[in-house]
């Protein structure tokens, strides 16, 4: 989660002209700071549908394992980002990746608090498209339930909380700085949700990506700032209680005009729900 981008560039040069003696040449002018709202450290009970992504094989146990975010919408379903699940990024299909797991109800990736339930299934969202970064969405099934407690609700179509304007929580174990220095402790930044053709205009297509409306939102503070960044995909965007968003992608981290992308909740659904009405099906007397 990115902080004040004013507080992260000057905490990296302060702590390294304190180590090195060399007087600090360059800071961002000090009165920006008071202006930026950035993220900040929570505890996962104020968020407790953030769960981390982890394998340590894959990525070593220096912060648990932690590759991505995800969040628990059922007690055995987690929705974390497509990109997380890739080939390049596990080394391997999922399902060969033998100790991918979540980690719910932890706030200090190093801690002890909470639980490491293995993930038993894997589906990436058929539609996804790697190269438009739409349908960014897998769905993970859990080989033990989580608790109740952790699940949050997701936000059909035409749900008030997609307005833009809204304010929105989003949560991560991802990079602080925008320079790699991934969090150990799990962090939120406040954002409001951005009007479509904002987000349009601010991702007309190019290399960083074109902006899909029906299958993304955009969220950020027009002066940049709090924003999600990198480790934090997969994880919840949520607003009024309710899951309106997965962290997806983005052109940095927190710049000004360069809002946080999210895959579309009210999408997945979409993509989802013909799935669970072919399910019941069967049930059903002719
Ligand atoms: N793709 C990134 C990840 O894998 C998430 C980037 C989000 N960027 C942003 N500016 N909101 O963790």
């Known amino acids: 989660m990115r902080r004040s981008v004013v507080r992260t560039l000057i905490r990296p040069l302060a702590m390294a002209a304190a180590m090195t003696a ?5 800071a961002a002018p000090v009165a920006a700071d008071s202006v930026v709202v950035g993220g900040y450290p929570i505890d996962v009970s104020q968020a407790p549908w953030t769960v981390a992504l982890t394998s340590r094989t894959r990525f070593g146990g220096t912060r648990a394992g932690q590759f991505c975010g995800g969040v628990a919408v ?4 987690v929705l974390t980002a497509a990109h997380c699940l890739a080939e390049e990024v596990l080394g391997a299909p999922p ?7 979540v980690i719910t109800g932890r ?3 190093l801690g002890s608090e909470g639980a490491e339930i293995a993930v038993q299934g894997a589906r990436v969202n058929p539609r996804y498209d790697a190269s438009a970064n739409s349908g960014d969405f897998a769905v993970l099934t859990l080989a033990e339930p989580l608790p109740q407690s952790a699940v949050v609700a997701m936000a059909s179509s035409g749900d008030a909380a997609y307005a833009p304007g809204t ?3 989003v949560s991560g174990w991802g990079d602080t700085t925008g320079n790699g220095a991934y969090a150990r402790s799990l962090h939120a930044a406040h954002v409001h949700v951005l009007a479509d053709d904002v987000c349009a205009r601010a991702y007309p297509g190019g290399p960083d990506g074109t902006f899909q409306a029906e299958s993304m939102l955009c969220a950020g503070e027009s ?10 995909s997969g994880g919840p965007l949520v607003a009024s209680g309710r899951l309106i968003g997965l962290v997806s992608w983005g052109s940095g981290c927190g710049r000004p005009g360069s809002p946080g992308v999210y895959t579309r909740v009210s999408d997945v659904l979409r993509v989802l729900k013909p799935a669970a009405a072919g399910r019941r099906q069967p049930h059903r007397k002719p």
């Open 223 to 232: 002066a940049g700032g709090p924003d999600a960044c990198q480790g934090d």
């Open 107 to 109: 706030t200090d990736l």
């Open 95 to 101: 399902d060969r990746v033998r100790d991918l797991k």
């Open 74 to 77: 059922t007690r055995t379903v």
């Open 167 to 169: 304010e929105a929580l």
């Open 22 to 26: 060399i007087p600090l040449m360059e």
